[in-house]
């Protein structure tokens, strides 16, 4: 009889350890959750959308940044152009006809000048022989008179049909040797900018033209009609 007691009293201490492990296991799987908490997984989802929210909107604003500057760098490209058109399309030119000519030592060449505004605006140019070869001389005439500068007058002059009658007048030394040379004259039209015009000229010792003829019988007679 005393020893079902104990073995009972053995068996309810048992049970009782048991039901408090229980107890105990189950309070401290609640104070700290598992890796596969619903709760847990839905805060860190949740984060981590934040923190995507945040670096989408970082990569955005960059990428804003980063177009505006292309943009800008567009506009500043074509305005640059632009200028450029505009610096092109004023001032005058000064051109002739034939830049190039063929002279013996010694002769003087006359090249006809053209004078155009690019713009229509008129200006008053000064004109002067930039670059001549060593022992080379030459000047401006215009209406027979040696000039220094030129009125180029703008569109409405030019369609109205008036001109202007200008040209350089080049001395070639009599001691020129055969060869090619180059002279530069310079249009300045002040704030109208500058052009410059380059000419060449080939020096020969032969004439332009110059041929000989021969004949077997320089003299000779017969009837009217006759062919010899």
Not at 59 to 88: H, I, M, V, W
Not at 121 to 130: N, Q, R, T
Request: proline share 3%; with cysteine; aromatic share 6%.
């Amino acid at each position: 009889m005393r020893c079902r007691k104990l073995w009972s009293r053995r068996r309810a201490a048992a049970a009782m350890l048991m039901a408090a492990a229980m107890i105990f296991g189950s309070t401290a799987g609640a104070e700290e959750p598992s890796d596969k908490d619903p709760a847990a997984g839905s805060a860190a989802t949740e984060a981590d959308a934040e923190a995507g929210v945040q670096t989408a909107g970082e990569e955005t604003d960059g990428d804003s940044s980063e177009a505006d500057a292309q943009t800008s760098g567009e506009e500043t490209d074509e305005d640059f152009l632009e200028d450029n058109a505009d610096a092109e399309a004023s001032g005058i030119d000064m051109s002739t006809d034939y830049p190039g000519v063929t002279a013996k030592a010694g002769d003087t060449v006359n090249f006809p000048l053209d004078f155009a505004s690019l713009n229509g605006e008129g200006y008053d140019v000064a004109l002067s022989a930039a670059s001549l070869p060593e022992g080379w001389t030459g000047y401006f005439r215009g209406d027979n008179k040696e000039i220094t500068r030129i009125h180029v007058k703008g569109e409405t002059a030019a369609d109205a049909g008036d001109s202007v009658d200008a040209q350089f007048s080049l001395s070639v030394p009599a001691e020129a040797g055969e060869g090619t040379y180059k002279v530069e004259l310079e249009a300045d039209a002040g704030e109208g900018g500058k052009d410059v015009l380059e000419l060449e000229v080939a020096v020969s010792q032969e004439e332009s033209g110059q041929s000989d003829f021969t004949s077997e019988y320089p003299q000779q007679q017969g009837m009217s009609g006759t062919s010899f």
